[in-house]
């Protein structure tokens, strides 16, 4: 079986380390087999990459490029709840997310699927999920979209 590290370089991605909590909160929380991952932001080494209204003044596609970037983030929070093994995850379970858009944007599935399409690609049939896709005016920090996730480990 084709380990997780080689297909994150056959994808082009690299996991980083994990972002520092913003708040009176752990970024990821394991209880008996679950892992919950706490919201993810777009961002890189610590750096808000897209901030702003998607249908406004980002595209779709900066909303779908922000959504690969938080999904990007949650595997990191994910490796490191398995003690960097992704190997561990038998089934992302559920992936919440939202889009902070206009108030008549409508595409909020298309923009969250960037991050689904990501997270199946890096963990396989693991990967498949249950998900809600949200629509909002604000974010924290102004970050155009936001993404948390449930996970079984073993």
Known sequence: MESFDRRLEALGITIPAINTP??????YVRTGSLVFVAGQGPRV??????????????TIEDGEAAAR???INVLAHLRDACGGDLGRVVQ???VAGIVRCTSVFGDQARVLNA?????CAVLGDAGKHARIASGTHALPSGMAVEVEAIAETN
């Not at 913003?22 to 970024?27: A, D, H, P, Q």
């Not at 991050?115 to 997270?119: E, F, G, R």
Request: aromatic share 6%.
């Open 22 to 27: 913003r708040g009176n909160y752990k970024s």
């Open 92 to 94: 992302m379970v559920r």
């Open 115 to 119: 991050a689904s399409d990501l997270i």
């Open 69 to 71: 970037i938080c999904a």
């Open 45 to 58: 080494e610590g750096q808000l990459i897209y901030q702003g209204t998607v249908g406004g003044d980002l």
